[in-house]
């Protein structure tokens, strides 16, 4: 079968240049997938940081690297909470937690189970329901509806960091399920560990590591189920995975073809009739039943109408078998009989079209760019996308997922913060020492994830030291500016504007100044990308940012983003008096307008970078006496107010804007900039405050 014309290779050759030049090559699969694993690393160290017994797993094309831009794949999140043991053997019962029996019968679909569940106390089943999320059966087993799924609010606070930036304007969408973990192999995929293929595929490592990851209980119901609300899909999400990660570049390219195809010719129009994870499916089988040595670029046309045979074949018998757990016919009830001829109708075609049906694929101008490659059209014949072009796009792509882990980043912080909100320093030092045992014991990702994250956090202890030493004798405490010190580089300017505004809180004006110049040196040496995550508004980015984004590593977001500036109620000692007006924004009435799962932050005092260093400027100059270094300032922070796009919290910074026209003694342009404040937010806004203080100090004649 695979002695074929030399067409044949060379349509191959081409076709897997055309995959290259659209991005589908070892370098950006690579950092697709590092950035989704750095990604999914930071939310784990965070839910730990913060005591949340979840992880967050980051799966799908995106985190495979199995995509193209015209592909728009979303991705998928595992949220997996281990404060429950699901167990398929009495043994594996775990004393004071929830456990839940897997039950597998005639009244479960294949390859999904119902789960019993059973006393926390002695390892019986349980006889009390416990709440609405629970149903007795007609054996009288207390069942876990798959319907608790709905409890999750995407970005709430209960489930941590995980629902950051979903529907952000240039992330990807995000896909939530929630799932409870096994830590034994599923029984019904234990004939996987022992099947052998002709190509020898998967390895015994792979098959031992997967072993290694158990399964996972997904509250997803089977289309055919009888108790469709009662089924729990078992999943084997971490052992594909590691599949997917051990396919090579021809592989890859042979599934991301299927999707293109998917797309273009089996799914019109948005429907799912054929789901991407079943041509996965397709192709894991096709590997395994295949030598390893066909799958080479030379080879890729071949390889694809392979798959298509098989995926044919599938369609034809109404039977696609999960590749681990054989039992799970993942095309049960999936079409009717009329969209099974069609579906088998186009397939044919494809297959008998030799290759010609790919010359009229449109996602990412794929078959124009193989019909030059061919030499069908002149390379003029046809207005795509330039090399170069693409090479830009991708880098734009890289943008996003720079964005991404930066964004993330902001977000795994604000989560931290209000974990830390009104604790006791040793609470603090002790979350400080879970953080220190990543970079201790963790793997790469972790001491990568590590190095961005840790900095932030370092800021907030030496912050939450220095304010307390400030408290009492009004120095700010050596163990405090080590912390302080360490954290300086987590971005351009967040982490310095704290230590700048200790200094000040304590009168060493001049070293607040040194910090300040460097710190607005720095922000004009860059193409800069402010973060904040509070509003999750849209962020406008220049085109040279993304260029110089595009080029570099996670490590850039040190030197070309600046994070907005948090303080806590335990840092208020080094907060400027006019900055702790924020901390107490909000009346008991503007309580109830606020959002519990986005809004928290309103408890701290938080203002963008570049308002906080010319404010900062310009108290700092007013203490030396230096007014035209004081006036220039107030000129930078009024422009900056007005001008740029990027900020988040400009009622802050017309806030503070406000008091700083009030030491000019300027009372009513002060009121103009708490009117603008309000009209940006009417409440939960500090410039009521403002605004009453404002007219008693009139009045007062003062």
């Not at 070309?560 to 400027?576: S, W």
């Not at 103009?672 to 500090?686: D, E, I, K, V």
Request: hydrophobic share 35%.
């Amino acid at each position: 079968m695979f002695q074929e014309p030399d067409y044949r290779e060379n349509l191959s050759l081409m076709l897997s240049q055309v995959l290259d030049d659209i991005g589908v090559n070892e370098s950006i699969v690579i950092r697709r997938r590092r950035m989704n694993m750095l990604t999914e690393t930071m939310n784990y160290i965070t839910n730990r940081l913060i005591n949340q017994n979840l992880t967050v797993y980051y799966l799908g094309s995106q985190s495979e690297g199995t995509t193209t831009i015209g592909l728009h794949s979303d991705s998928d999140i595992l949220i997996c909470d281990y404060g429950y043991n699901i167990i398929q053997d009495w043994s594996e019962w775990e004393h004071c937690k929830t456990n839940y029996l897997m039950i597998q019968d005639e009244n479960t679909t294949p390859g999904y189970c119902f789960l019993q569940l059973l006393r926390h106390d002695e390892p019986f089943p349980a006889t009390v329901i416990p709440d609405r999320h629970h149903i007795t059966d007609r054996s009288g087993r207390i069942l876990l509806k798959n319907t608790k799924s709905n409890g999750i609010i995407p970005g709430s606070v209960d489930h941590g960091p995980s629902n950051a930036i979903q529907g952000q304007p240039g992330i990807v969408d995000k896909d939530h399920v929630l799932a409870y973990p096994c830590k034994s192999w599923p029984q019904s995929a234990s004939c996987w560990l022992e099947r052998q293929g002709i190509g020898r595929w998967p390895t015994q490592d792979m098959r031992r590591y997967a072993a290694s990851t158990g399964c996972f209980v997904v509250a997803t119901g089977s289309k055919v189920g009888v108790y469709p609300e009662l089924e729990w899909r078992i999943s084997t999400s971490l052992a594909e995975r590691c599949l997917m990660s051990n396919l090579n570049i021809t592989q890859i390219r042979c599934y991301v073809l299927l999707k293109i195809i998917l797309k273009s010719f089996l799914n019109p129009q948005a429907e799912i009739n054929i789901s991407s994870f079943m041509c996965k499916t397709v192709l894991l089988h096709c590997i395994e039943n295949t030598e390893q040595s066909i799958w080479k670029n030379n080879n890729l046309f071949t390889c694809l109408t392979y798959c298509l045979l098989e995926l044919h074949a599938c369609v034809q018998n109404d039977c696609c078998s999960h590749f681990i757990v054989q039992e799970n016919n993942l095309m049960a009830g999936q079409f009717t009989a009329e969209k099974k001829h069609d579906l088998l109708k186009y397939i044919t075609e494809l297959i008998q079209s030799d290759g010609n049906g790919l010359l009229i694929i449109d996602i990412d101008d794929l078959g124009q760019r193989l019909q030059v490659k061919l030499n069908m059209v002149p390379h003029g014949g046809y207005n795509f996308q330039s090399l170069l072009e693409i090479h830009k796009n991708l880098m734009i792509q890289t943008y996003v997922n720079i964005a991404n882990i930066a964004g993330q980043t902001g977000e795994c912080h604000k989560f931290v913060l209000y974990y830390l909100h009104n604790k006791s320093i040793m609470t603090i030092k002790q979350s400080v020492s879970k953080l220190m045992t990543f970079r201790d014991n963790g793997n790469r990702f972790q001491h990568a994830a590590f190095k961005i994250l840790a900095p932030f956090i370092f800021t907030t202890y030496g912050s939450v030291l220095a304010s307390s030493s400030i408290g009492e004798n009004n120095q700010v405490s050596p163990e405090a500016l080590v912390w302080l010190s360490a954290g300086l580089n987590s971005d351009i300017s967040s982490s310095r504007l704290k230590l700048a505004s200790v200094f000040y809180s304590t009168g060493n004006m001049e070293k607040a100044e040194l910090i300040l110049i460097h710190t607005e040196q720095q922000y004009y040496s860059y193409p800069l990308l402010p973060i904040c995550n509070c509003l999750h508004k849209q962020i406008h980015v220049t085109a040279e940012f993304m260029w110089v984004c595009g080029e570099q590593s996670e490590d850039c977001i040190k030197h070309i983003t600046a994070f907005c500036v948090r303080f806590m109620h335990q840092e208020i000692n080094c907060v400027p008096r006019e900055l702790q007006y924020e901390m107490f924004r909000s009346t008991q009435d503007d309580m109830i307008h606020r959002d519990k799962y986005r809004d928290y932050w309103m408890n701290w005092a938080v203002v963008d970078s570049l308002p906080f260093l010319f404010f900062l400027q310009y108290k700092i100059y007013s203490h030396l006496q230096k007014h035209q270094d004081q006036q220039q300032a107030l000129s930078k922070l009024i422009r900056i107010i007005v001008t740029d796009k990027n900020l988040e919290h400009r009622e802050t910074a017309f806030n503070i804007l406000g008091q700083c026209m009030e030491q000019e003694n300027t009372h009513q342009q002060a009121l103009n900039c708490y009117l603008l404040s309000l009209q940006l937010r009417a409440r939960n806004n500090a410039a009521k405050f403002h605004i009453c203080k404002l007219f008693s100090r009139i009045l007062a004649g003062r």
